[in-house]
């Protein structure tokens, strides 16, 4: 029981991480992103690529990737986003655009990985000691997993709610017209927040791939995942985020001890239509 | 495009019995070819059904098909042929049904996320079925049907597809479809039921793909989830219908011609490669032609005249 309650928050810890990164680009950037599971996906076989070439440990292999999803993203949004940004006569039509050309970019990433990595399943051996929590053994890489979600969600509610620079951001989440009125720069504001969004995805991808085997084709659930913990926080709220990753990371891992491993994503979703039917902004969306 | 109708239903009267009667004098790899093309036909063109006046863009064209292709593999030798299309058709409206419930009476993003997933969704719980409640994974379809057979049937449906998406466009409903793409508050208080209107040309759209799936089953001989549940065929539905522009009644066609024929060259020529360029291309046709090719000649042509 204890066993399951402890993977169930390692598993909901990193969908609290990843679907940080996605509220945000949705919430600030306004862009609904179908590609961020593949990000996330990138990520770990950069990973798996750092540890088992050149032997760099996954926690220092952030120091490399992260950035890199950082730039990745930036690059991203000024070559595809922005010309979409600009021509969207409505935040409906933005709406549409950025998802048909962030599916095209699924595909294209997807392409890529695939040719790299090949559709197999890959994993990598790091940390696998199991360590004594309160009576249960759990994997150390798991533990650490945990740990390193947690705190940098702590560093990003922090910012995010205690800085000036947060407090920027989250004027343009809220009313996107009003915010240029108090001299704020939005388009600098979307670009950053964007960029966040893909940083978070690759950190989301190092710890991933520290506990789990990934493939190239593996993508699409992870984006459906965070986008169902979005929608299950409210859209844009980053404490709802990390609350509904958590809650989805314990369904998940209870089915697959209960009831049967291959009916988890049939859970996920049935929450989600609970959910939807229940209270359609969220757990912490406004009506 | 802008014929008169007495015209125009001769002339694709014409083009129809040409293209029936094209089997019989031409090699069968290039039936094969027309039957894919016509496959595509129907599912950009029942795609763009809902999706184009709408707008609520549709990623599960792919749940739908697989779910036709696999009640045909269930069933095919427990019932006769046309009862186990009757009964994929049944199946698909049903699932379209319970999705649109669900889902439609909700912003449009709620939809697109729910239909991301939903293949995902009906493949892993049709495997989760075979594995432990029937115990079976893959199974055999045994019909006695040449390339040629499914050719016709498919010609069949894509022409009864090309008939309602015409008859829809000229109703009361086509004009109340066109209002909620337009502004669906502004529909609203026009006094259309937005959410039966929505979810009446889902469950049309949606039950017309999975027929597309059932009607081709017969094609693999051997059926499993990861082959009849291919993102791809959603990928590639949704950017043929985007290509030829998904408001117009020949544009999903017309983008799905081309673009078949260039898939099919592609996917032999760089079977690995394949993926990016398509992705790439997608995003080049988002980016050009947001409104497609058909909207792209007529902006053209204005422009000549002005």
Redesign the interface.
Known sequence: MLEHVVNGLVLGGTYALVAMGLTIQYGIARIMNLSFGDTIIAACFGTYVLFSTLQINPILALAVVVPLGYAASLLIYRVIMKPLVDRAPSDGALEVDSILVTFGLLFAIQGVLLIFFGGGYTSYSFLNTPVNVLGTAVAGNRLLALGLSLVIAAVLVLVLYRSRWGMMLRAVALAPQSAPLFGIDTDRAARTAFAIGGALAATGGVVVSMFQTFTATGGVVFTMKALIVVILGGKGSVPGAIVAGLLLGLVETFVAAYVDPGLTLAAVYTVFLVLLLVRPNGLFGKA | MTMKPSIAFPVAAAVLAVLAAAPLFIPDYWTGVLLGMTGYVTLATAWALFSGPT?Y?S?ATVAFFGVGAYVVAVLNEALPYPLVLLSAAGIGMILALAVGL??LR?A???F???T??LA??VR??V??WE??ITYTMGRYVFLPFEGRHIYWQLLALAAVTLLISWAIGRSRLGLALKAIGDDEVVAAHAGIDVTRVKLLLFVISATLITLVGAIQAPRWTYIEPSIVFN?TVS?MT??MA?LGGPMRLWGPALGAIPLFLLFEWLSVSFP????????????LI??VM?QGVLAKIDDIRKGGRA
């Open positions: 707008r863009v990623l669900s889902t909700l449009g993003v709620y697109v996320i729910f991301f997933g995902e969704l892993q719980t495997s989760w594995v432990n993102p990928f949704l950017i985007l690995d490669h394949f993926s990016i360029i398509l992705g790439l291309l997608f995003i988002v980016f947001p």
